[in-house]
T-cell receptor, first 113, second 112 residues
Framework: KAGVTQTPRYLIKTRGQQVTLSCSPISGHRSVSWYQQTPGQGLQFLFEYFSETQRNKGNFPGRFSGRQFSNSRSEMNVSTLELGDSALYLC????????????FGSGTQLSVL | TQLLEQSPQFLSIQEGENLTVYCNSS?????LQWYRQEPGEGPVLLVT?????EVKKLKRLTFQFGDARKDSSLHITAAQPGDTGLYLCAGPYQGGSEKLVFGKGTKLTVNP
């Protein structure tokens, strides 16, 4: 069974640009959560999707958005990039909305110059 | 304030030594999970502890959940270079929006 796939693995952008990250969950998993990981703050929750609906959202500005498609694949978008957005963005899939066992992808390392 | 506090933040030891890392909270958790994250990869779930006082063993790793379900520890016996990584604890938090809240982790380096 394939794991969680995140693309791209690495991304370099400049301030003011926008970026879209993609996540394909494990087959059969319908919940996708996104986390931002930085050395100083650790893993911080961005949002969670289940059956194409955003169930929960973390404390991030509106520049951060996401969506989930009918095949459970998810994308997150960051507009008007800032230097502080440089981080590892992790996607995690779960079997259901209430299942707390998460399976993480390898992440997308975003660098904003 | 971090809901889950992990200590120490960094730990560098020699191969063969034993070590313990801690995950503490002032809140009660219904369960706690431990993940290991290697450089350039996402966290991988090692174990879930559910019952207060529970002890689980995974080869040389021993996980304990505190009686009051507010803390957990991970003990590694005879550490090996392959144990190097970031160890994260996480738990479901009913008061927040996220499914799981994470500690900041303990970065372990095992030198050969």
């Amino acid at each position: 069974k394939a794991g969680v796939t995140q693309t791209p693995r690495y991304l370099i952008k400049t301030r003011g640009q926008q970026v879209t990250l993609s996540c394909s969950p494990i087959s059969g998993h319908r919940s996708v959560s996104w986390y931002q990981q930085t050395p100083g703050q650790g893993l911080q929750f961005l949002f969670e999707y289940f059956s194409e609906t955003q169930r929960n959202k973390g404390n991030f500005p509106g520049r951060f958005s996401g969506r989930q498609f009918s095949n459970s694949r998810s994308e997150m978008n960051v507009s008007t990039l800032e230097l502080g957005d440089s981080a590892l963005y992790l996607c995690a899939s779960g079997l259901s909305a209430t299942n707390e066992k998460l399976f993480f992808g390898s992440g997308t390392q975003l660098s904003v110059l | 304030t971090q809901l889950l506090e992990q200590s120490p933040q960094f730990l560098s030891i020699q191969e063969g030594e034993n070590l313990t890392v801690y995950c503490n909270s002032s809140s009660v958790f219904s369960s706690l999970q431990w993940y290991r994250q290697e450089p350039g990869e996402g966290p991988v779930l090692l174990v879930t502890v559910v019952t207060g006082g529970e002890v689980k063993k995974l080869k040389r790793l021993t996980f304990q959940f505190g009686d009051a379900r507010k803390d957990s520890s991970l003990h590694i016996t005879a550490a090996q270079p392959g144990d190097t990584g970031l160890y994260l604890c996480a738990g479901p938090y009913q008061g927040g929006s996220e499914k799981l809240v994470f500690g900041k982790g303990t970065k372990l380096t095992v030198n050969p």
